[in-house]
């Protein structure tokens, strides 16, 4: 498959299928091991280190576990953002402060997330983040990262653009979603680094 030109809504999709393929066959024990390890790793960024509000998720499935690394933030008294799926697609936030904030929320024929169950403080909200964590499902050399499709995520980075405000963008990966090359469209924008189990990689077209 080409990635050369503008790339399709189906080389895209057949991508995600296959790297979803390869976390499905993850067993339970893997996916506990890697979140120990990915939350070791994402601790030692310094964007991490010196931030007072992250905005963050709650890994559901296969995902590479967040769960770690969110109770550790609040440990060193960051402020948790987590975001709440609305009906268009957009994202909404509330704070994290514990697993008892959290609740298992079905979106009708999509997945079923975890979201904050406390109060919602606004789309607008994400902006006030120092470092914004990023789901997805590969990145490149690049900082280009492969995203599940909905566009939430699109969302939340054109309204950090508008806003002027200029978070670390850092995506959680498993090692072997760290790719040559993923397709681009106009509107993507790199992240300035990704925390895998086994290390962290910074790309220069993010900062």
């Known amino acids: 498959m080409s990635h050369i030109g503008r790339p399709t809504k189906s080389d895209k999709q057949t991508l995600r299928q296959e790297y979803l393929a390869v976390r499905n066959r993850l067993t339970a024990d893997d996916v506990r091991e890697a979140a120990a390890e990915l939350a070791d790793r994402a601790l030692g960024l310094p964007e991490l280190t010196r931030a007072r509000t992250v905005a963050a998720y709650v890994s559901v499935g296969s995902e590479p576990g967040t769960l770690p690394l969110l109770d550790a933030l609040r440990e060193r008294g960051v402020r948790v953002l987590l975001p709440a799926l609305l009906p268009d697609n957009d994202l909404d936030w509330g704070a994290y402060t514990g697993e008892g904030s959290v609740a298992r929320v079905q979106h009708g024929g999509k997945m079923t997330l ?37 566009g939430s995520y699109d969302r939340v980075l054109a309204r950090l653009e508008r806003a002027g405000a200029r978070p670390a963008l850092v995506v ?15 509107h993507d924008r790199p992240v300035h680094a990704v925390v895998t189990p086994s290390g ?3 790309f ?3 900062a």
């Open 114 to 150: 975890f979201e904050p169950s406390g109060e919602r403080l606004g789309p607008d909200a994400v902006t006030g983040a120092d470092v914004v964590l990023l789901p997805g499902l590969a990145v490149d050399g690049r900082g280009m990262r492969l995203g599940r499709g909905g």
């Open 172 to 186: 959680l990966l498993y090692d072997a979603e760290v790719v040559a090359q993923v397709p681009e469209e106009a």
């Open 200 to 202: 962290v990689r910074r």
């Open 204 to 206: 220069h077209s993010g």
